[in-house]
């Protein structure tokens, strides 16, 4: 069993800024990757950036220079720093992490939280 408990959506003008942190739990032996990925009105699922346990990044073009991931491996947190943000970044941002149970495990599996909102008005 795996749980991850998502904070830090809400309303915000444009330009303004917005941290997400997420908190992973459970029966969790390492995570090669964690990250965010985001579902915006009339659009599909997508990644939005993503950090390894070796705290290299990737970042979707749309976000790239205004939002920084950030992970504390020892507490299993990962973060969004969101800034400069725009109308266009409204929708629900869902903690992602990719995990092995345990160290028998052959393959990793995908894990989402449940997702919380940002608004970004106008």
């Known amino acids: 069993q795996v749980q991850l408990v998502e904070s830090g959506g809400g309303l915000v003008q444009a330009g303004g800024s917005l941290r997400l942190s997420c908190a992973a739990s459970?029966?969790?032996?390492?995570?090669?990757?964690m990250g965010w990925y985001r579902q915006t009105p009339g659009n599909e699922r997508e990644l939005v950036a993503m950090?390894?346990?070796?705290?290299?990044?990737n970042y979707a073009d749309a976000v790239q220079g205004r939002f920084t991931v950030s992970r504390e491996n020892a507490k299993n947190t990962v973060n969004l720093q969101m800034n400069e943000l725009k109308p266009e970044d409204t929708g629900v941002y869902y903690c992602?992490?990719?995990?092995?149970?345990?160290?028998?495990?052959?393959?990793?599996?995908?894990?989402w939280g449940q997702g919380t909102q940002v608004t970004v008005s106008s």
């Open positions: 950090i390894t346990s070796g705290h290299s990044t």
């Open positions: 992602w992490i990719r995990y092995y149970s345990t160290y028998k495990t052959l393959g990793a599996d995908d894990y």
């Open positions: 459970g029966t969790i032996f390492s995570m090669p990757a």
